[in-house]
């Protein structure tokens, strides 16, 4: 089975957003967070958070249930507030800090294979 992850290029060259650092210290609320990654990241993460098909840039977004186990809270969180140049990431910032604590509880608690 082939995995797809950031290229670790994009994690050394990439800053961490300030709010970043903020976010990784609340605690998050697996079940809340489900609902925003419902409405926020499934149609291109996929249910299962393994990624989907859907790719407008040609590359297959990430599986989260490896790549939120290998990245720093606040450097993954940084994707989610900022997006990934080159990629379909796009920016989500516009949600609340909760939300996003949430929805990162919500990645980390998704089965790894």
Same mark, same amino acid.
């Given at each position: 089975?082939?995995?797809?992850?950031?290229?670790?290029?994009?994690?050394a060259?990439?800053?961490?957003?300030?709010?970043?650092?903020?976010?990784?210290?609340l605690? &998050?609320?697996?079940?809340?967070?489900?609902l925003?990654?419902?409405?926020?990241?499934?149609?291109?993460?996929?249910?299962?958070?393994?990624?989907?098909?859907?790719? =407008?840039?040609?590359?297959?977004?990430?599986d989260?249930?490896?790549?939120?186990?290998?990245?720093?809270?606040?450097?993954?969180?940084t994707?989610? =507030?900022? &997006?990934?140049? &080159?990629t379909?990431?796009?920016?989500?910032g516009?949600?609340?800090?909760?939300?996003i604590?949430?929805?990162?509880?919500?990645? =980390?608690a998704?089965?790894?294979?």
């Open positions: 089975m082939t995995r797809y992850v950031v290229p670790f290029v994009l994690i060259c990439h800053n961490v957003n300030p709010r970043a650092n903020t976010i990784a210290e605690e &998050g609320d697996a079940l809340a967070g489900q925003t990654y419902e409405v926020a990241c499934q149609e291109c993460h996929g249910e299962d958070g393994r990624g989907t098909d859907r790719s =407008l840039h040609g590359n297959k977004p990430v989260f249930t490896t790549a939120a186990h290998y990245y720093r809270a606040p450097v993954f969180i994707f989610i =507030l900022d &997006g990934v140049d &080159g379909d990431m796009e920016p989500w516009q949600l609340q800090d909760q939300e604590a949430d929805v990162y509880a919500h990645i =980390l998704l089965p790894v294979e």
